[in-house]
């Protein structure tokens, strides 16, 4: 890296040095066809890049069908401006960050493929692992501390897939194991974010063990299937069904000079232990059709519902030491709680051709729920809090293909809601897309996109105001079919304005939350043919992409790209690539960098 913040250009690039496999593709046929017809096999971005892909197959026509993917995704994350309340006084160092390695792996089989009854198999498992800094909250102060992290889910599903003329059904079982489990083992000084003295001490943690595990099973059942009884309807529809059960296990020794609000007095220990279980009977399903009852018009209508039900109890214990006394005072609680969640949509549309070049769509969508949950612990008139959902909204659109050179196609969505779960949510909005295409002649062609969002909650104590909008434009010059060199550009404006109420728990009173963004994106890519070597082409290619933004956080992020290829045999050829990534904030220059990046290798082609 050429400078700046390491941590910063791990989090937003994250490319690695030293060798690379950045793609194999290869195919084996069986002519005697024994034991497979083909077998396929393709792996991309290996070898200190971010995200890596291994894939492969294995047919026999009529006899099986084998499929299997391995993925592997670094995650890290360590942003010192995010969630940091020692920015001011200096502290770079983010107190939610995390460096873990997460591998997908899944495998399936199928039995008889391209027949009436198909078999099949599968098994996946996600796990991760990985370090960070997490808070450990005490009631008048929170700390910083390092943690260890894993998770691991394994997923085993099988059934059967049915085709037949006029439907398709497809009938699944699975089930589903999975852990999750953060420890933290910390032995130092540390005053933690609140610093300053109450009633003449300091508060400190000196030494810190926590574990925290979760594990949990549950199966899932699932019926899917299409069907086209006639000719002018198509009905579809599935339903899913899952029970997953949930174990939680917590238990923490800290050490150190904290303070009890309650009594306002310091003590120096801590035990806490708590254990949870949790079951969650959770259907779902959706079932629709289209109809086409003249040439011209189809309608399609939609019913989805979605119902979770969530049953917990849990038993806490704590036990706090105070100087001086050598027995600790103990308190427990037994703790339930329950959690009824119902949503369902419903969704009409009409599509009807004017002519074979326009077509006009028209639909409404009604949207409709309720739950009930545990009222806080600070309300004392209420055991129960209930949420309600209500929105209608109308939707149209249009389509327009003036010819092979012309294309146009419009969505216009306006809602209105009486009631919504969540104060952030799409409430009264009116949104717009539209897309335009036009070819000017074989070797150019346009294209044009634009968007906008206008939402608004104008419920007291929140008064919620959110605007976006985005507007781009593309071109695509190719001249003599690309033969010497081509040219691609797009171009976007992109406006954000979020204007909100919110409650600060710290003093219960309202405050504004204000985010303004005005974005110019570009992109360029110019790839010139130089000359043959045999049947390959030499080629360069130049461009690049920028990001800048101005006022709530002002952004400037650019990657400047060239690259080229020269072939050297009908198998082999050379190429390099050099990139320049440059981020850098107005307001948070502490998290800027700049970094080259060159590659260079060699590529068979057989």
């Keep these: 890296m050429s400078a700046g913040n390491f941590d910063v250009y791990r989090s937003v690039v ?47 026509d009529g006899v099986y069908r084998v499929t299997g993917e391995f993925r592997s995704l670094a995650y890290f994350n360590n942003l010192p401006s995010f969630a940091n309340p020692l920015l001011a006084r200096g502290a770079s160092f983010s107190q939610n960050s995390y460096d873990s390695r997460r591998r997908y792996s899944s495998v399936e089989i199928e039995f008889f493929p391209g027949r009436r009854f198909v078999p099949f198999f599968g098994y996946s498992r996600d796990w991760a692992r990985g370090r960070g800094v997490l808070p450990y909250f005490t009631e008048a102060n929170e700390y910083p501390v390092p943690v260890a992290l894993k998770d691991r889910t394994d997923e085993y599903r099988g059934g059967v897939r049915m085709h037949f003329d006029k439907f398709h059904l497809t009938l699944e079982q699975g089930g589903i194991q999975f852990i999750d489990a953060q420890e933290a083992g910390y032995s130092a000084f540390n005053p933690g974010n609140n610093t300053a003295d109450l009633f003449g001490r300091a508060q400190s943690l000196s030494r810190l063990n926590q574990i925290y595990d979760v594990t949990g099973s549950g199966i899932f059942s699932r019926v899917a299937g299409t069907a086209s009884p006639f000719r002018w309807i198509n009905v579809f529809g599935q339903f899913l069904y899952s029970k997953p059960e949930t174990k939680a296990n917590y238990a923490a020794g800290a050490t150190g000079v904290f303070l009890q609000l309650n009594t306002l007095r310091f003590f120096t220990g801590q035990q806490d232990a708590a254990a949870a279980f949790a079951k969650q009977p959770h259907p779902s399903g959706n079932i629709g059709f289209e109809l086409r009852p003249f040439r011209r018009l189809r309608i399609v209508e939609s019913l989805m519902t979605d119902r979770l039900h969530n049953a917990t109890s849990a038993l806490i214990a704590e036990a706090v030491l105070f100087p001086g006394v050598t027995t600790a005072e103990q308190q427990q609680a037994f703790l339930t709680d329950r959690l009824v969640y119902n949503y369902h949509r419903q969704e009409l549309n009409a599509f009807f051709d004017i002519t074979s ?19 806080p612990r600070l309300n004392p008139f209420r055991a129960e809090e209930r949420g309600e959902i209500e929105q209608k909204v109308g939707i149209a659109g249009v389509n327009v293909r003036w010819s092979q050179k012309a294309s146009f196609n419009g969505e216009f969505e306006a809602a209105s809601s009486d009631r919504m779960y969540f104060r952030t949510s799409l409430n009264d909005y009116k949104r717009m ?30 008064r919620f105001d959110l605007r976006q909008r985005s507007d781009s434009v593309s071109v695509q010059w190719l001249p003599k079919e690309g033969r010497r060199f081509s040219l691609l550009g797009d171009y976007t404006r992109s406006t954000l304005r979020s204007d909100l109420l919110y409650l600060n728990p710290a003093f219960l009173q309202p405050e504004r939350s204000f985010y303004r963004e005005n974005a110019h994106i570009a992109t360029a890519l110019l790839d010139v043919n130089l000359f043959k070597v045999g049947a390959r082409q030499a080629r360069v290619s130049g461009g690049g992409s920028l990001f800048v933004s101005s006022f709530s956080r002002a952004t400037e992020y650019y990657q400047p790209f060239g690259r080229f290829t020269m072939p050297v045999h009908r198998t082999l050829e050379w190429f390099g690539e050099w990139r320049w990534y440059c981020y850098g904030q107005t307001a948070y220059r502490y998290e800027s960098f700049r970094t080259n990046h060159i590659i260079l290798g060699i590529r068979f082609l057989m």
Excluded: C
Aim: overall charge positive.
């Design 14 to 60: 994250n490319l690695g040095e030293g060798p690379k496999m950045l793609g194999a593709d290869f195919r084996v046929t069986d002519d005697k066809k024994r034991a497979f017809d083909s077998l396929t096999f393709s792996m991309h971005q290996w070898g200190g890049e971010p995200y890596s892909v291994l894939r492969g197959s294995a047919v026999k």
């Design 357 to 375: 070049r326009i077509m006009l769509r028209g639909g409404f969508r009604y949207v409709w729920g309720d739950s009930s949950y545990s009222a």
């Design 433 to 462: 897309r539209a897309r335009g295409r036009y070819q000017v002649k074989p070797s150019l062609m346009l294209s044009a996109n634009l968007s906008f969002l206008d939402n608004q909650n104008p419920s007291p104590g929140l």
